[in-house]
């Protein structure tokens, strides 16, 4: 994908060459040092006709070649996220026109470095030349997607570049996440999943995967994602994934991902409206996935496992049924209140497993485990609670650096008493709608041992748009990946 250029004045022709520019108090001016040339592109700029908004474009054709002006906004503050935006703009505006390759103009710009700025803009490009085709026919024939092939980066330094090609190992496991999430929830099945484990373990060097089947998981004891289970005609399966970047280090951080293929919400139906995206409840699960094949690409030197309890929410006779009883992985019992809450009871079986098995240094689990969460937080922060500060601020830092942000919500015991049972250890979820995505990780919470530190992100509202929105397009955002190759690369 990426080119190094080193200077503007050894750029070579190209399809189309894209030059950024700050919104200027007597016009846009140049966001790079682009010497004559600056003078030569001047027609629309001074004509008041291009000002260098935030996202602004302009086409402009000089020499035969397409030149395009992309806006930077105000030079004062600059946001990272701006450039991630802008350089967006800049790719979609390519891909309308059906261009493959072109040419990038690296901006200067004093708040941020030079390989946070190149960064920036690889980030923003990569993300948006994105396009879910596999479940188009005729559409795909009559026009298929055209995706950007090539750019030129022009006037970063060599270690700035670095940092686009870094990215592009990155966004390998946006993409597949992306993916999955997008994908037929009939396609994308429990066994499918473990198979895409597989693959992963084929791919890279330093991952191991093991599919465990339903016999394991009976015989494990599992008996809450059994339960979610019952209602399926497909088996659920429980994966483990790893990838030994520091081999010598005892250190693993553990990213636990709910993979419920289909969220019916069992025998406590989802009503019409509620379901219709409910494909995208294995998110989770795709992060997780994403996180190691973003690691593995990286060859980043630390440890990282993906622990994946997966099945579909189905409906059937032989459904769990609320008011039943059914046994944890733990041991405690655990009182079915809602078929519907069922995210956190496979998570309660994946996570008691985990600190049981794993020796992990830290837990993170990823969830689209709360319509509540939508609403406190809406699509663009995912909720984050957990019981270790440290990493609670780890996670809110990495948020802000990727911009896949994440804001906490309070683990108060008094929120504890929504889930008293009468009759067994524990109930899955509270009577009414008070705080419901705060008592779903109290829940969890329970099954996570006190000396691990353990954090959940609720991407309920995040993991799955409605509608594209900037370099995050409509459907699977694939939310988690960045935040989490930034975290454990911030972890000492
Ligand atoms: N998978 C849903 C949560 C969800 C909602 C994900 C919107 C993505 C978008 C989860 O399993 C669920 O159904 N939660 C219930 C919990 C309730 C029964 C306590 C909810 O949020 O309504
Ligand atoms: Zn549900
Ligand atoms: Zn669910």
Redesign the pocket.
């Known amino acids: 994908m990426f080119k190094h250029i080193e200077q503007f004045a050894k750029r070579g022709k190209t399809p189309l060459l894209v030059v950024p520019f700050w919104k200027g108090k007597k016009g846009a001016e140049a966001a790079a040092p682009i010497g004559a040339f600056e003078k030569e592109i001047s027609t629309p700029i001074d004509h008041g006709d291009f000002k260098g908004d935030l996202s602004e474009t302009t086409l402009y054709y000089n020499n035969g070649s397409r030149v395009l002006l992309l806006g930077l906004g105000d030079k004062e503050k600059v946001l990272l996220e701006s450039l991630r935006n802008a350089f967006s703009a800049a790719c979609f505006f390519a891909r309308s026109k059906k261009i493959v390759d072109l040419s990038i103009v690296i901006p200067d710009c004093k708040d941020h470095s030079a390989e946070k700025i190149t960064a920036a803009v690889a980030e923003g490009f990569l993300l948006s030349n994105y396009s879910f085709d596999q479940l188009k026919s005729e559409a795909i024939k009559k026009e298929p997607t055209q995706l950007i092939k090539t750019v030129d980066l022009i006037g970063c330094s060599k270690k700035a570049f670095e940092e686009a090609k870094k990215f592009e190992k990155i966004v390998k496991g946006v993409y597949l996440a992306r993916d999955l999430a997008n994908g037929n929830a009939d396609d994308i099945t429990p066994q499918e999943l473990g198979r895409q484990a597989k693959l992963i373990e084929k791919e890279f060097e330093g991952v191991k995967a093991q599919v465990h089947d339903k016999k394991w998981i009976e015989k494990e004891k599992m008996g809450l994602l059994l339960a979610v289970n019952r209602g399926s005609n497909r088996d659920p399966a429980f994966i483990v994934l790893e990838y030994k970047g520091n081999p010598k280090s005892k250190d693993v951080t553990v990213v636990v991902g ?1 993979g ?1 293929t289909y ?1 019916t ?1 069992g025998l ?1 139906l ?1 009503p019409t409206g ?1 379901m219709e ?2 494909k ?2 294995m ?1 989770g699960a795709a992060c997780a996935l994403g996180t190691i094949v973003a690691a593995a690409s990286l060859k980043l030197k630390k440890n990282v496992t993906a622990v994946i309890p997966t099945t579909e ?1 189905g409906i059937d006779a032989t459904s769990y049924k609320p008011g039943d009883v059914y046994t944890s992985y733990l041991g405690k019992t655990v009182e079915i ?8 009871l496979i998570l309660a079986d994946a996570l008691a497993w985990t600190c049981k098995n794993l020796k992990p240094s830290r837990i993170i689990d990823f ?8 609403v406190a937080l809406g699509d663009d922060v995912s909720g984050l609670m957990g019981t270790n500060k440290g990493l609670e601020e780890a996670l809110f830092k990495a948020g802000e650096e990727t911009c896949e942000r994440v804001w906490p919500l309070p683990l108060y015991d008094v929120f504890f008493e929504h889930l008293k049972s009468d009759v067994a250890d524990i109930a ?3 009577t009414g ?1 008070q705080a ?2 705060i ?2 990780a109290l829940f969890l919470k329970e099954f996570v041992e006190k000396d691990v530190p353990w954090a959940h992100l609720d ?3 995040t ?2 748009l409605k509608g594209a929105k900037n370099y995050r397009p409509k459907g699977g955002t694939g939310v988690g990946v960045r935040l989490m190759i930034e975290l454990l690369e911030n972890l000492s």
């Open positions: 709910k419920v969220d919400g406590n989802k509620f995206t409910m995208c409840d998110s929410n209140t809602n078929t519907d809450a069922e995210g956190r969830a689209t485990l709360t319509g509540a969460v939508v899955n979820c509270g709608r419901g995505s008592t779903a991407i309920a509202g993991a799955f």
